[in-house]
């Protein structure tokens, strides 16, 4: 399973946003510092995030960005999507003819993986920007019913 720096700090640098931020546009020198992420990346990123809607900017002295809407609008999923980043559980192209294995047919266990796949992608798209920026993602989305096995320990999920 993949979900590379792309994703990770943009969701990081909205979330900085997000509890820095009030009213007053942040500069990407700030989170570059506050969170130790290269200023230039940051830049591409917020290039993107700016393109999707997520983030406006404000020129001038004492500029910077801000949300373009507010924080429980904005969902994990949108962010990671607008930093063109695919969450991919399999080894298979993105075209559904051709399988993970060299013969291009699917592996034994495909389906378990693409299944994984879209469990992430709903909990991503579950969870707002202002719930992981105020730190009230306890157990993720567990009390949302199809979520309910991530609360269960391991053990539990496994034998019942």
């Not at 509890?19 to 940051?42: F, K, T, V």
């Not at 990671?80 to 993970?100: F, H, L, M, Q, Y």
């Not at 992981?132 to 009390?143: E, R």
Request: net charge neutral; charged share 20%.
């Amino acid at each position: 399973m993949r979900l590379s720096t792309k994703g990770r700090y943009a969701v990081t640098a909205m979330v900085d946003i997000s509890r820095h931020g009030g009213d007053r546009p942040i500069s990407l020198g700030a989170i570059a510092a506050r969170q130790e992420i290269s200023l230039s990346y940051l830049e591409q990123l917020f290039a993107k995030l700016g393109r999707h809607g997520l983030v406006r900017s404000v020129r001038g002295p004492g500029g910077g960005f801000h949300l373009a809407k507010p924080a429980a609008e904005i969902m994990i999923a949108d962010i990671v999507r607008a930093a063109e980043e695919e969450i991919k559980t399999t080894n298979c192209s993105g075209d559904p003819s051709n399988g993970c294995k060299q013969d291009h047919s699917r592996c034994l266990t495909h389906d378990l993986w693409e299944e994984l796949g879209g469990v992430i992608q709903n909990y991503l798209a579950s969870v707002s920007l202002a719930q992981v920026a105020n730190g009230s993602l306890v157990n993720g989305c567990a009390a949302k019913r199809e979520f309910d096995f991530i609360a269960q320990p391991v053990a539990a999920v496994a034998h019942g």
